[in-house]
């Protein structure tokens, strides 16, 4: 839409609001309730051109719908601008709870608090991040042709997955370092101290942009709560990471591996180190058995996107969950195109705001891994369905955890050897205890493992933000925090010269992470309560397939319709019992594991935990300092 229309949204905006002449505030709870419709319908609107503008880019990099998504963002911020403005002409303390409580939304809008010059320079920041991720492409591959040149999706996360040469790896990793994170260390510097104002443009109280984050979780302090969930499920985390070490050191040998140390970041099957599943031939307890992992089987039936979002969209639909409309099919990208455009391969789901358009961005690869992601991305998209007829300030997760916990929660239930096998896409599965423990291993990589990753992301930023971490040390802290929590260690020199935390997707895109690690734990209380519902209360939680239980999806609907217009504790209880985040589910879930890890690791000698500093190729400042100044002692003494 035109300009034009756009700004006479915000015009009308400014000066329909009724307001009282002598200045003083409007307590008048109709004419507020008014105010608050005429809002979410004209947001709707302003939205929408705003998320299509950005589509727009994101399947096709241009330098033209660049432009056209940043006008679109600034007139959207001008628009959210208006309406705070607008808002804070009445006096809301004598209104219902409810009317309160929308009002309060309208009062935080993130960087579109900044002035209109700022918040163009953060858009086109985050925009050239985000781009330089996007498009980064690794040339020079030792025995290949120096001009073929591999992007992240799906080369370099093939390679990853598949490759288990120690040489090969390094070199993918260190070159997707070199060219995603590296060249945004400068941009990335400047984005913060721009969040940091838009912080305080929001409300003073804010000390910096993560507290700002962090106060949407409605807790008192977020980072206490996370830190105190880990604390309960490291010692999990030990457990898997020494069995893990243990085989490593077996298939690469002595002078790769140190058995007390921290595990090579390269080593691990992606990426990031974030997910190790795709090592799961490599650590499998029981390795003569039926495998869980139905990659192969996909490809050799020639299994397509469509075909693999269609499984997904029936699992939701047989559940007795909204099907996806029309345009969904029509609209959607779900294959990276082949007509050399370049695209944000990174999954995405995305609401228009206007009620039916809803689509998927996804480069879609045949294996398991891009089978569940299918499903989180249609678990976002449920969400969106659901609460499609509340006002904008709600249309959200009751906190962002359970927005990302949709998708993977019904995934516990596709991912069972049962189910896989009921879809025809495993032909045997085995029923014996060590079958069973084979599973929970492939799931244990995913989950557990995930667990120090999805903390660390946010921890590092959080202290960005706060100033505690600064450019001159922030490859170093990030690898401070990527060996204490994760037990990794970087084989290669690491030095300020690198920016690894910016070779991960979310550091450049400026999303926070928080919310898989919130996700990672309540998705195991929600699939608990759907399995009980389901009438699967006495099977094993690992084994439950909530398969076409009304009972089940009509519970879950029940929460996702909500949206935000309720604190989450509540959205919880009403699914759960539960008014709290609670780690208990998912150490249930995967008990035989730990009990078989604790006799696996006692059998093999092994002891927890890891020497950080053996290893490690991070630069250490300070012993570079005593380093040098030895030897400037010693050089004066020979001198004499
Ligand atoms: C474009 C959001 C979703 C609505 C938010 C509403 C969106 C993208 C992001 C993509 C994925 C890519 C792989 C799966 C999701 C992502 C993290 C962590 C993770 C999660 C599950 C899993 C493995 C890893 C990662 C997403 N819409 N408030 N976001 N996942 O902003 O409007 O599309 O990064 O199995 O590290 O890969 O959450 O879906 S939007
Ligand atoms: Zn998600």
Same mark, same amino acid.
């Given at each position: 839409m035109e300009q034009?229309k756009?700004?006479?949204?915000i015009?009308?905006?400014?000066s329909?609001?009724?307001?009282d002449?002598?200045?003083?505030?409007?307590?008048d709870e109709n004419? =507020?309730i008014?105010?608050? $419709?005429?809002?979410?319908? /004209?947001a709707?609107?302003?939205?929408?051109h705003?998320v299509? &503008? %950005?589509w727009i880019?994101?399947?096709n990099?241009?330098?033209?719908?660049e432009?056209?998504m940043?006008?679109?963002?600034?007139?959207l911020?001008?628009?959210?601008?208006?309406?705070?403005?607008?808002?804070?002409?009445?006096?809301?303390?004598?209104?219902?709870e409810?009317?309160?409580?929308?009002?309060?939304?309208?009062?935080?809008i993130?960087?579109?608090?900044l002035?209109?010059?700022?918040?163009?320079?953060?858009d086109?920041?985050?925009?050239?991040?985000k781009?330089t991720?996007?498009?980064?492409?690794?040339c020079?591959?030792?025995?290949?042709?120096?001009?073929?040149?591999?992007?992240?999706?799906?080369?370099?996360?093939?390679?990853?997955?598949?490759s288990?040469?120690?040489d090969?790896?390094l070199?993918?990793?260190?070159?997707?370092?070199?060219? =995603?994170?590296?060249?945004? $260390?400068?941009?990335y510097t /400047?984005?913060?101290?721009?969040?940091?104002?838009?912080?305080? &443009? %929001?409300?003073?109280?804010f000390?910096d942009?993560?507290?700002?984050?962090?106060?949407?979780?409605?807790v008192?302090?977020?980072?206490?709560?996370?830190?105190?969930?880990?604390?309960?499920?490291?010692?999990l985390?030990?457990?898997?990471?020494?069995?893990?070490r243990?085989?490593?050191y077996?298939?690469?040998g002595?002078?790769?591996?140190?058995?007390?140390?921290?595990i090579?970041?390269?080593l691990?099957?992606?990426?990031?180190a974030?997910?190790?599943?795709?090592?799961?031939?490599?650590?499998?307890?029981f390795?003569?058995?039926?495998?869980?992992?139905?990659?192969?089987?996909?490809?050799?039936?020639?299994?397509?996107?469509?075909?693999?979002?269609?499984i997904s969209?029936?699992?939701?639909?047989?559940?007795g969950?909204?099907?996806?409309?029309?345009?969904?099919?029509?609209?959607?990208?779900?294959v990276?195109?082949?007509d050399?455009?370049?695209?944000?391969?990174?999954?995405? &789901?995305?609401?228009?705001?206007?009620?039916?358009?809803?689509?998927?961005?996804?480069?879609?690869?045949?294996?398991?891994?891009?089978l569940?992601?299918v499903?989180?991305e249609?678990?976002?998209?449920?969400?969106?369905?659901?609460?499609?007829?509340q006002?904008?300030?709600?249309?959200?997760g009751?906190?962002?955890?359970?927005?990302?916990?949709?998708?993977?929660?019904?995934?516990?239930?596709?991912?069972?050897p049962e189910?896989?096998?009921?879809?025809?896409?495993?032909?045997?599965?085995?029923?014996?205890?060590?079958?069973?423990?084979?599973?929970?291993?492939?799931q244990?990589?995913?989950k557990?493992?995930?667990l120090?990753?999805?903390?660390?992301?946010d921890?590092?930023?959080?202290?960005?933000y706060a100033?505690?971490i600064?450019?001159?040390?922030?490859n170093?802290?990030?690898?401070?925090?990527?060996?204490?929590?994760?037990g990794?260690?970087?084989?290669?020199?690491?030095?300020e010269?690198?920016?690894?935390p910016?070779?991960?997707?979310h550091?450049?895109?400026n999303?926070?992470?928080?919310?898989?690690?919130?996700?990672?734990?309540i998705?195991?209380?929600?699939h608990?309560?759907?399995?009980?519902?389901?009438?699967?209360g006495?099977?094993p939680?690992?084994?439950?397939?909530?398969?076409?239980?009304?009972?089940?999806?009509?519970?879950?609907?029940?929460?996702?319709?909500l949206?935000k217009?309720?604190?989450w504790?509540?959205?919880?209880?009403?699914?759960?019992?539960?008014?709290?985040?609670?780690?208990?589910?998912?150490?249930?879930?995967?008990?035989?594991?730990i009990?078989?890890?604790?006799?696996?690791?006692?059998?093999?000698g092994?002891?927890?935990?890891?020497?950080?500093?053996?290893g490690?190729?991070?630069?250490h400042?300070?012993?570079?300092?005593?380093?040098?100044?030895?030897?400037?002692?010693?050089?004066?003494?020979?001198?004499?």
């Amino acid at each position: 839409m035109e300009q034009g229309k756009l700004c006479l949204i915000i015009w009308c905006l400014v000066s329909c609001t009724p307001f009282d002449t002598r200045g003083q505030k409007i307590t008048d709870e109709n004419q =507020a309730i008014q105010f608050l $419709r005429e809002v979410s319908d /004209q947001a709707e609107i302003v939205r929408y051109h705003s998320v299509m &503008a %950005n589509w727009i880019y994101n399947t096709n990099i241009t330098d033209y719908n660049e432009q056209k998504m940043l006008e679109a963002s600034s007139v959207l911020a001008e628009f959210d601008k208006e309406a705070r403005h607008n808002a804070s002409l009445f006096d809301i303390s004598g209104f219902d709870e409810d009317t309160i409580r929308q009002f309060e939304f309208l009062l935080y809008i993130g960087s579109a608090a900044l002035s209109s010059e700022d918040k163009l320079e953060y858009d086109t920041i985050i925009s050239k991040m985000k781009r330089t991720y996007s498009t980064a492409k690794v040339c020079g591959r030792p025995g290949h042709n120096p001009s073929e040149c591999f992007s992240l999706e799906p080369d370099l996360t093939r390679i990853l997955a598949d490759s288990r040469d120690y040489d090969e790896l390094l070199w993918c990793w260190e070159g997707w370092r070199d060219e =995603a994170g590296k060249p945004t $260390r400068d941009d990335y510097t /400047q984005f913060v101290e721009l969040a940091n104002k838009a912080a305080k &443009a %929001n409300d003073e109280k804010f000390d910096d942009f993560g507290d700002y984050l962090r106060y949407s979780y409605d807790v008192d302090d977020l980072q206490a709560d996370v830190l105190r969930l880990y604390a309960q499920l490291e010692p999990l985390y030990k457990k898997l990471h020494a069995y893990v070490r243990r085989r490593l050191y077996q298939h690469y040998g002595d002078d790769k591996i140190d058995v007390k140390g921290p595990i090579p970041a390269h080593l691990l099957g992606n990426m990031w180190a974030q997910q190790w599943n795709n090592i799961l031939d490599l650590v499998e307890p029981f390795p003569g058995k039926p495998t869980v992992d139905v990659t192969d089987r996909l490809q050799e039936l020639g299994y397509t996107a469509e075909r693999m979002f269609e499984i997904s969209e029936d699992f939701f639909v047989d559940l007795g969950l909204a099907a996806t409309p029309e345009s969904f099919w029509n609209e959607s990208m779900i294959v990276k195109p082949d007509d050399g455009r370049e695209v944000v391969c990174h999954a995405s &789901a995305w609401d228009f705001y206007n009620k039916e358009d809803f689509r998927i961005k996804q480069c879609t690869d045949i294996t398991m891994q891009s089978l569940i992601t299918v499903h989180h991305e249609m678990g976002h998209v449920q969400y969106f369905l659901q609460y499609k007829d509340q006002p904008v300030v709600y249309r959200g997760g009751a906190n962002h955890g359970f927005h990302e916990a949709v998708g993977d929660v019904l995934a516990l239930s596709v991912s069972t050897p049962e189910h896989l096998q009921t879809i025809g896409l495993l032909d045997v599965i085995g029923d014996d205890e060590e079958s069973d423990l084979n599973y929970l291993m492939s799931q244990a990589l995913k989950k557990i493992v995930f667990l120090p990753f999805g903390l660390i992301m946010d921890l590092w930023r959080w202290d960005v933000y706060a100033g505690k971490i600064t450019p001159q040390n922030y490859n170093a802290k990030w690898w401070e925090l990527r060996t204490k929590y994760q037990g990794i260690a970087p084989s290669v020199p690491r030095s300020e010269e690198d920016f690894d935390p910016a070779a991960k997707y979310h550091t450049n895109s400026n999303t926070p992470y928080i919310r898989y690690f919130v996700s990672y734990i309540i998705q195991f209380q929600f699939h608990k309560a759907l399995c009980e519902l389901a009438g699967q209360g006495d099977v094993p939680l690992h084994r439950c397939d909530i398969h076409q239980s009304q009972a089940a999806g009509a519970k879950l609907a029940d929460m996702l319709k909500l949206g935000k217009s309720k604190p989450w504790p509540e959205a919880m209880h009403a699914l759960t019992g539960s008014r709290q985040m609670d780690a208990q589910p998912l150490m249930d879930y995967f008990q035989p594991l730990i009990d078989w890890l604790d006799e696996e690791n006692g059998k093999n000698g092994d002891t927890l935990g890891w020497d950080p500093t053996s290893g490690s190729q991070t630069e250490h400042p300070k012993v570079n300092l005593i380093m040098a100044t030895v030897l400037f002692v010693l050089g004066i003494m020979i001198y004499r």
